[in-house]
């Protein structure tokens, strides 16, 4: 498969230029993906749309306590939960010239996030510019215009229409990764993936086992500590992570199999369990994407894009938001002014075989390091370098290295302790420093976390 990749990507020589007067612009999603092109669009003059699928803006910052389909029968799009607050502190949260509230907390719930997005649009007075209830079902590449059809989703009435441009900003945290797990047939209790996970209470005084120790799995996993009788954690070790667990935490390697009452572990050993949670993380998924757009599209990867955003075989369709360990808001802010910079002609793409060298210089670094082709999207510690990047080609004022910084502090400090890294509050001074102070109380770190009287 790799080969067949690479051999393709090879015979590639094509130069295109991607500077069309006057575009029509598509942007798909009104997220913080969808909202930022917006915005910048509206600055720089061009004529877009916006299409969005349901009534709202913010995606998956509007917690919907429904799951599984919505009023119009499509799937519920946000994996948001009651009790969710922001893993990321206040400054790599706020979208640029538009600082979250002087009063919020320092590591703000969804709602107060969600009310954030609504302020920005309007103060943006973004909300002319989009279709609410307008499903994208199909984009096609055809005599050099973008189709788009699109459906109202409570009319059902169908459109098509011509643009130049495309911007896909449908997120990537929808679509539940589910693991195959032996026995699970068997199993007599509750079984949902986080995607799902809204409010504890149907896990009171419950043994709940929960699979997978991403950012969603280590958060529920602490949050029903509070409420759960016993949390049974199965996780890898890969991180480890320092917090002192409360009594009723334990942690567990894979599931080996499941059985009416409980799971086996790879070790051996059995616990009972009540209900399972899979915290498996989500796949890429974008059906509306016509094979006429040349790219490559996995549950894991979407490839070849330049700079994780342009299309490289059509560099007049960019995919926003797809990079992940990343400050994200910040991440598809400037991802978004690169692309409205693209559209404006402020700047020009390399060519095809220049981007195509470039992309597979870091795919084959990644293959030396024995990664797999997913982590393209990953910045991690390359982040500030993608700033840089981004700024470098097109000009666009640089993401302050700072962001990163805090970043990394924030993430030390939830390795350190899951159960208070949200006591920090961070103030940026300049665009390289920042200051980081405790607001929580004296002894904190010490005390160990009270835990469910079940
Ligand atoms: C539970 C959870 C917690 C998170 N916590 C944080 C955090 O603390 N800090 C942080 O920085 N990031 C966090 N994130 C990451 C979050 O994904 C980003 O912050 C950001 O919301 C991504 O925005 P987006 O616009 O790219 O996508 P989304 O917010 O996913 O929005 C996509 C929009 O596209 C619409 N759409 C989808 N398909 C179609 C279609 N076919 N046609 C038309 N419209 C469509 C959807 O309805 C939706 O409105 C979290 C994510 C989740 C799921
Ligand atoms: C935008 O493009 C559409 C389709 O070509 C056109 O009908 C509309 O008038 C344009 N709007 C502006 C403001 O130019
Ligand atoms: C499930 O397996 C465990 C461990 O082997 C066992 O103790 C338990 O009785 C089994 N449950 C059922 C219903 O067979
Ligand atoms: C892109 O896809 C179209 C149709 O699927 C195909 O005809 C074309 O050769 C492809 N172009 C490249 C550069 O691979
Ligand atoms: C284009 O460049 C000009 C001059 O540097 C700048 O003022 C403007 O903001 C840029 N526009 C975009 C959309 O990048
Ligand atoms: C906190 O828990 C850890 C591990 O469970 C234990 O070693 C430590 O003594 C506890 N501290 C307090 C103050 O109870």
């Known amino acids: 498969m790799l080969l067949i990749l690479f051999v393709c990507y090879c015979q590639v020589s094509l130069v295109m230029a991607v500077s069309i007067p006057n575009p029509r612009v598509c942007v798909i999603g009104a997220g913080i993906s969808g909202l930022s092109a917006a915005r910048y669009l509206k600055a720089a003059g061009v004529n877009f749309t916006v299409l969005e699928a349901t009534r709202y803006i913010g995606g998956t910052w509007r917690y919907d306590p429904r799951v599984g389909f ?65 499903h994208v079902v199909s984009v096609k590449r055809e005599e050099n215009k973008w189709k788009v059809k699109h459906k109202e989703v409570v009319t059902r009435e169908e459109f098509e229409e011509e643009y130049d441009f495309v911007i896909v900003g449908v997120g990537h945290l929808s679509k539940p990764k589910m693991p195959y797990i032996k026995g699970e047939k068997k199993f007599q209790g509750t079984i949902i993936h986080s995607h799902s996970y809204r409010i504890h209470d149907p896990y009171k005084c419950r043994r709940v086992l929960i699979i997978g120790a991403g950012p969603s799995g280590m958060d529920i996993a602490i949050a029903l500590t509070d409420v759960s009788r016993k949390v049974i954690h199965s996780r890898h070790t890969f991180i ?12 567990k390697p894979d599931v080996k199999e499941l059985n009416e009452t409980g799971a086996i572990f790879v070790d051996g050993t059995y616990e009972d369990i009540d209900d399972i949670i899979y ?77 195509m060298a470039e992309w597979q210089k870091k795919y084959l670094s990644l293959r030396a390091q024995g990664r797999p082709l997913s982590h393209m999207h990953s910045l991690g510690g390359n982040e500030d370098q993608y700033y840089a990047e981004l700024t470098e080609e097109s000009g666009i004022e640089r993401v302050p290295p700072v962001m990163f910084k805090i970043r990394a502090s924030d993430t030390r400090a939830i390795v350190d302790n899951l159960l208070t890294y949200r006591h920090y509050s961070y103030k940026v001074l300049d665009s390289e420093h920042f200051t980081r102070t405790w607001e929580g109380n004296e002894n904190e770190h010490e005390r160990n976390k009270s835990f469910s009287n079940c």
Not at 79 to 86: N, Q
Not at 240 to 251: D, E, I, S, W
Not at 316 to 334: E, H, I, K, Q, S
């Open 279 to 355: 915290c498996t993380g989500y796949e890429y998924d974008f059906p509306f994407i016509d094979e006429s757009s040349n790219l490559t599209i996995t549950k894991s990867s979407v490839t070849p894009l330049h700079k994780n955003v342009v299309n490289i075989y059509q560099p007049t369709m960019v995919m926003l938001g797809l990079v992940v360990r990343a400050c994200f808001v910040v991440a598809l802010d400037a991802q978004a002014r690169y692309t409205t910079g693209l559209i404006t002609g402020n700047f020009s793409l390399p060519s095809q075989e220049e981007m």
């Open 240 to 251: 480890k992570f320092r917090t002192p667990f409360p009594k009723n935490y334990v942690k």
């Open 70 to 134: 919505d009023d119009h029968g499509l799937p519920v799009f946000t994996s948001m939960y009651k009790d969710l607050k922001t893993n990321l502190p206040k400054p790599t949260m706020e979208l640029p010239g538009f600082p979250l509230p002087e009063d919020a907390p320092s590591f703000p719930g969804w709602k107060v996030y969600y009310e954030y997005l609504q302020s920005y649009t309007e103060h943006f007075d973004l909300k002319k510019y989009i279709k609410f209830l307008h």
